[in-house]
Each structure stands twice: as structure tokens, then as C-alpha cells.
């Protein structure tokens, strides 16, 4: 009997965790993991600290690497590989890998999708000026970070767990911050 092939797509929280679980529930199948980042596994709910020196090692955000996966839980890991088209009726995605933009097709027997949230953008002008920046990655973080020296004030749109966050090590890095939150509360998935 041939191995049931479950590929995954997206490997950062969601998708890495699924692989795991997969993983201990049958150890015969085999797990692919599609990620279109650099990294998986990461601590996204580090990065603002990151950015604000209290983590300062790049590494320590990292909860798992693709060595460990395969190591560990023998689960293929692909970064840097999007995957641009899902064929229902003949159980495959077509993936292109981004270094080398070669594209290649991989047969599924199973699929999982775990791509994450995407961030919401107000309709105003302005939001692709130089400066304007999404919190969601490793490099995000990190380009964030290059500009601090240079930054007076900032405004942070949003005042969930991650906006705040951030507001707070950007005022510990002196920074001026205004945070703005299109809901009547922050945190609002907290009860009022």
C-alpha cells in the first residue's frame, strides 16, 4: 500500500502545528510543508520585542527550523515556495520556487490550507510612502528595526495584542507613538 501524502500550505503557526499533529496521529504518512516565507514556526508575537531590543537575538524568534522538522518529525519543509494554483480534480499543486523560480507540480492525497490572517489596510492615501510599514515577519521586523534611529514619531494602526506591543517598545526605544484602533476598544477581543 502506497503512503497517504499530505501536503500543507503555509508554515508559520497554524501550519506547522498541523504537520506536528499529523505527524504523531500516523507516522506512516508523508507531510510536506509549503511555506512562502523564509522561515516557519516563528514567534510572531515576538517581534515587537525584537524590535525593541529586549529580544536581541534574531534566532530566538525562531521555535523551529526546517532541520528540526525533518529531524524530529520527518516533515519535508519547502520556504521560499509559493504555491500558485490548487487542481481539485486531479489532487495536485502547482508550487514555484522563488530563489530559482522554477515550478513543478506535487500530487496529494490530503491538503491542508493554513495560510494565515492578511492584514487589514485602511482605504487612505499614502500607505505605500517610504516608512509605511506591516508588522507580520521576521524581515518586517527587521526593516522596522534598521529605520529606528532615524524615527521621531510613529503610528501604529491597530491596538491588539501586536499593536500594543509594538506601541510599547517603540516608546521604550523613544519614540513618540500614537496608536490608532478602528474599534471601540483596544484589545477587542477582550470583553468590554
Known amino acids: 500500500m502506497e503512503k497517504k501524502r499530505i501536503l500543507i500550505v503555509g508554515g508559520v503557526a ?3 502545528t498541523c504537520g506536528a499533529r499529523i505527524r504523531r496521529l500516523n507516522e506512516d504518512c508523508e507531510i510536506v510543508i509549503f511555506e512562502m516565507g523564509s522561515y516557519v514556526s516563528f514567534a510572531n508575537c515576538g517581534l515587537p520585542y525584537f524590535i525593541g531590543d529586549v529580544i536581541v537575538e534574531e534566532e530566538k524568534l525562531l521555535v523551529a527550523t526546517p532541520a528540526l522538522f525533518e529531524n524530529r518529525f520527518n516533515i519535508r519543509v519547502h520556504t521560499d515556495t509559493e504555491v500558485l494554483f490548487i487542481d481539485r480534480e486531479h489532487q495536485r499543486i502547482s508550487v514555484c520556487d522563488l530563489k530559482t523560480s522554477e515550478q513543478r507540480h506535487e500530487h496529494y492525497d490530503a491538503l491542508v490550507l493554513s495560510t494565515g490572517s492578511q492584514s487589514v489596510w485602511p482605504d487612505i492615501n499614502g500607505l505605500d510612502l517610504p516608512g509605511v510599514h506591516v508588522l507580520r515577519t521576521i524581515p518586517d521586523s527587521r526593516q522596522i528595526k534598521a529605520q529606528l534611529e ?10 491588539g495584542y501586536l499593536g500594543l506591543e509594538l506601541a510599547e517598545n517603540l516608546k ?17 477581543s477582550l470583553d468590554k
Open 150 to 159: 532615524n524615527i521621531q514619531r510613529a503610528v501604529v494602526l491597530g491596538a
Open 172 to 188: 521604550k526605544t523613544g519614540v513618540e507613538v500614537t496608536g490608532v484602533q478602528s474599534a471601540d476598544q483596544v484589545m477587542h
Open 14 to 16: 497554524g501550519g506547522a
